[in-house]
């Protein structure tokens, strides 16, 4: 679903990314794990079409998508959520939901003004499938509560419910258990498997927390330096010499002495 093929990126003299490769099969949930300063992020926003790399390619779905903006990629099927939920704070969650779907007639004027009938049918449908989604993420009892008023937890299930309403083939997942309680995190990677298996959503996920990406992700892809290290089981890659030396470095070697 997403090639990645020998991307740099560098701002000023600093090399973020250095000659990177990597593959998303369709289907999976694919975890994408390093240290800090691996270049996770920096190769998400590539991806993303935040920024354009300074070598390389990226295909999504089989076209080369480099240097597409990220409004152009969410028409292809491409959707992210971010480490800080960017919810719009003085809408309720239903709305929030609501507004995400593109091309609606209420957008525009005269459509709004001269087809009134017909927004208000698309509306009636936008809703219904909003409900869907919270009934889907149990949201229910804070559907009409201001997005801003919810729990950190409750603002990435929203996030992942307004992934739900693009109806994307791939999510890019940026530490969606950041900031969660550990009861909403059960909730929240159980809702990521029944979309991966359910409705066949593919996932690209970089999380920090190890036990979240053992339970969800196979295969797991390790970077560090800009570049992929190594990739495979979550098992596999507790036990890599090199995953620890990128981890701990020094610290490593004098324990082991």
């Known amino acids: 679903m997403i090639s990645v093929e020998h991307?740099?990126?560098?701002?000023?003299?600093?090399?973020?990314?250095?000659?990177?490769?990597?593959?998303?099969?369709?289907?999976?949930?694919?975890g994408l794990i390093g240290p800090n300063g691996a270049g996770k992020t920096?190769?998400?926003?590539?991806?993303?079409?935040?920024?354009?790399?300074?070598?390389?390619?990226?295909?999504?779905?089989?076209?080369?998508?480099?240097?597409?903006?990220?409004?152009?990629?969410f028409h292809m099927g491409l959707a992210r959520t971010f480490q800080i939920p960017q919810e719009f704070s003085n809408m309720p969650v239903i709305e929030n939901l609501m507004l995400v779907p593109a091309g609606q007639s209420g957008e525009k004027l005269l459509r709004a003004c001269f087809t009134w009938g017909r927004v208000r049918a698309e509306e009636a449908t936008l809703r219904k499938r909003a409900e869907d989604v919270i009934d889907f993420l149990r949201l229910g009892p804070v559907k009409y509560e201001r997005a801003g008023n919810l729990s950190g937890g409750q603002k990435k299930l929203l996030e992942l419910g307004r992934v739900m309403m693009a109806e994307p083939k791939v999510v890019l997942l940026d530490e969606a258990g950041a900031g969660v309680n550990r009861t909403l995190m059960a909730e929240l990677a159980a809702d990521i498997e029944r979309l991966n298996r359910e409705r066949n959503y593919t996932f690209f996920v970089i999380?920090?927390?190890?036990?979240?990406?053992?339970?969800?992700?196979?295969?797991?892809?390790?970077?560090a330096a800009g570049r992929v290290l190594t990739q495979g089981k979550m098992a596999d890659i507790r036990k890599d010499a090199r995953v620890i030396e990128a981890y701990f470095g020094g610290a490593a070697r004098t324990e082991a002495a």
């Open 42 to 73: 920096t190769l998400f926003n590539i991806i993303a079409g935040l920024y354009r790399p300074t070598t390389g390619r990226v295909l999504l779905d089989g076209y080369d998508v480099t240097g597409r903006k990220p409004h152009q990629l």
């Open 207 to 223: 999380e920090h927390d190890m036990d979240l990406i053992a339970r969800l992700c196979d295969p797991v892809i390790v970077m």
């Open 7 to 30: 991307i740099s990126m560098s701002f000023g003299g600093i090399r973020a990314v250095q000659d990177c490769s990597l593959e998303v099969e369709e289907g999976s949930i694919t």
